[in-house]
């Protein structure tokens, strides 16, 4: 019987070795603005309890209600994490970070998951580089995300790109907005989508949100929820601008900006770029000063963001940005014997103790295949050894640009390559 052929699951996607170096200069300038900012990481578990994600990112965001990986195993319930923020959010609170002291700045990189359906930008699996600044109300904490946040996608030198951001409120100015939102969608609630009338009773700013046609023509009279925010929310958006002007960071103001996540307060900001397809969004965040207490900690005001890597990447894409270089080997030993793939198995430490990469092939093929595998590899120089160089201890070491060649003894190739 033929035996089957395995694929990735829809939406789960390998990145492969040729895209490496891609990801690894992305991590390498997230890491290097951390580093800028003094951002400490934290690495979360992929899987978390199915409850904390339910409370913190809320029974009715489509993440919870449609889009979570989870299953139980015996009494426990896990569900592989959507995003990144009530992991923080959790692991602060169960280790007591607020004991070190200060505001706790952190960031992460990972994999995140989502049964959503897939589209361009749009994965089941997923990655996100994200910051968060726990214990702390003042705008500046804002400020000093969107900054981090923004210092990234320059580095890169992305362009095209709109910062929008808005304030959603507190559940105090919120009450309002909400009572004077379903009062506006009242007479229209028939036509409204389907998803929009469910959105209606518990979270009607949610309709705010709505892609569906259908509910466009309602939802550019909508009140807006600035017209409702008390003054401790508005001096808080108010510092939030006067801060990024300072930063010289453009912002647009977009007062339909609810996002998907239930657990913002005040201030939510969305990057997005006309790069992307209908994903739009690079990243997003807010203010979340209720979450921490909602999953069982002390009351601590906290701020952050999170974009996506793979639709950071299409938008290098379309900007032919490239995004590092593909790693390439300093030296290839080409070997012409068996006597002389035992020299070079024995001597490649010494190319290594002085930090040069150095590439045997490894499958016993023939010399031509091996000055092949060195040019498919990008091999800088190449040292060919055969019977005779082994008795002269002499090499042709060939450079592999300008395919010049001289014959020179090992420790000169050594000295000669760490000084490249
Ligand atoms: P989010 O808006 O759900 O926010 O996701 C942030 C970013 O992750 C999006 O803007 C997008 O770039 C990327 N993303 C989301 N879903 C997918 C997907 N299915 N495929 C590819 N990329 C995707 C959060 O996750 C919040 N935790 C952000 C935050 C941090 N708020 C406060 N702190």
Not at 33 to 45: D, G, K
Not at 124 to 149: K, S
Not at 181 to 194: A, D, I, R
Request: hydrophobic share 35%; aromatic share 8%.
């Amino acid at each position: 019987m033929a035996k089957p052929k395995f694929t990735t699951h829809t939406g789960m996607v390998d990145i492969l070795p040729d895209e490496a170096h891609k990801w690894h200069y992305v991590e390498s300038v997230i890491r290097k603005t951390a580093r800028l900012f003094h951002f400490q990481e934290i690495r979360t578990p992929i899987m978390e309890p199915t409850e904390l994600i339910a409370r913190g990112v809320g029974q009715l965001t489509d993440i919870v209600s449609k889009e979570m990986f989870a299953f139980d195993r015996g009494d426990d319930h896990y569900v592989l994490r959507p995003e990144g923020t009530a992991p923080v959010a959790r692991a602060f609170v169960e280790h007591n970070l607020q004991q070190r002291g200060g505001t706790q700045n952190l960031f992460y990189i990972g994999p995140m998951f989502r049964a959503e359906r897939p589209q361009k930008g749009r994965q089941r699996q997923f990655h996100q580089f994200g910051a968060e600044v726990i214990g702390a109300d003042d705008p500046f904490a804002d400020a000093q995300v969107i900054a981090f946040m923004m210092h990234i996608y320059k580095e890169i030198g992305v362009k095209n790109m709109t910062l929008k951001i808005n304030s959603v409120g507190d559940p105090e100015s919120r009450k309002a907005y909400k009572s004077a939102l379903q009062e506006y969608f009242k007479p229209h609630f028939e036509k409204l989508s389907e998803t929009s009338q469910e959105r209606y009773e518990k979270n009607p700013m949610r309709i705010l949100d709505s892609k569906d046609e259908q509910d466009q023509p309602f939802l550019k009279d909508a009140p807006s929820i600035l017209d409702y925010l008390n003054e401790d929310c508005e001096e808080h958006y108010a510092k939030v601008k006067s801060h990024l002007e300072l930063l010289g960071i453009d912002y647009k103001e977009d007062d339909r900006l609810v996002r998907g996540l239930d657990y913002y307060t005040k201030t939510a900001f969305e990057l997005t770029s006309t790069d992307l397809g209908s994903q739009d969004a690079l990243g997003g965040g807010g203010r979340y000063d209720l979450l921490i207490e909602e999953i069982g900690g002390q009351k601590t005001p906290a701020v952050g963001f999170a974009s996506g890597i793979e639709r950071l990447m299409i938008a290098c894409e379309a900007l032919n940005l490239p995004l590092g270089e593909p790693d390439q080997p300093d030296v290839y030993i080409v070997c012409w014997g068996e006597k002389a793939r035992l020299w070079a198995l024995e001597h490649q430490p010494e190319f290594h103790k002085k930090g040069i990469s150095c590439m045997i092939e490894l499958a016993g093929k023939s010399m031509k295949a091996q000055m092949k595998d060195a040019n498919r590899n990008n091999a800088r120089f190449a040292v060919i050894v055969g019977e005779d160089e082994l008795e002269k201890g002499e090499f042709t070491l060939r450079d592999m640009k300008s395919s010049e060649e001289e014959m020179v003894s090992l420790s000169k190739i050594l000295e000669k390559l760490s000084a490249e």
